[in-house]
């Protein structure tokens, strides 16, 4: 298995867009600093207010190189651990998924890409 590159600039909006979800997936770990496991860990975190999903760092690795996607309920709870919404990773909301009681989403700091990437730009 050979370890992907880091890229050498963030990529525009429009490359974003072109992204295949995996791409995406890898995308914003790497612009938030986490690592596969760290995902996996705050993806358990947060699932645990859902229904105790069991995530691992080789569950992410096939999401970020196109093994697999996520299911319907995952791509929440991984856009929530990546405080992005579900179509920003390129993959279809579950119109079905609720908010658990108390929950308003992705925290508040990690929702605006805008100023996460302006934020790692400016670094």
Same mark, same amino acid.
Do not use: C, K
């Given at each position: 298995?050979?370890?992907?590159?880091?890229?050498?600039?963030?990529?525009?909006?429009?490359?974003? @867009?072109?992204?295949?979800?995996?791409?995406? /997936?890898?995308?914003?770990? %790497?612009?938030?600093?986490?690592?596969?496991? =760290? &995902? !996996?860990?705050?993806?358990?975190?947060?699932?645990?207010?859902?229904?105790?999903?069991?995530?691992?760092?080789?569950?992410?690795?096939?999401?970020?190189?196109?093994?697999? @996607?996520?299911?319907?309920?995952?791509?929440? /709870?991984?856009?929530?651990? %990546?405080?992005?919404?579900?179509?920003?990773? =390129? &993959? !279809?909301?579950?119109?079905?998924?609720?908010?658990?009681?108390?929950?308003?989403?992705?925290?508040?700091?990690?929702?605006?890409?805008?100023?996460?990437?302006?934020?790692?730009?400016?670094?």
């Amino acid at each position: 298995m050979s370890r992907r590159r880091l890229p050498d600039r963030l990529p525009t909006a429009e490359e974003i @867009e072109q992204m295949a979800p995996g791409e995406r /997936i890898f995308h914003y770990r %790497l612009i938030r600093g986490m690592s596969q496991s =760290g &995902l !996996a860990s705050r993806m358990r975190l947060i699932a645990e207010r859902y229904r105790g999903l069991g995530t691992d760092r080789w569950q992410v690795y096939r999401w970020e190189t196109g093994g697999h @996607e996520p299911d319907e309920y995952t791509r929440h /709870i991984l856009a929530m651990a %990546l405080g992005v919404q579900v179509q920003d990773l =390129g &993959l !279809a909301p579950n119109p079905y998924f609720e908010l658990a009681e108390g929950d308003s989403g992705p925290p508040e700091h990690l929702t605006d890409q805008r100023s996460v990437l302006s934020a790692s730009r400016a670094a």
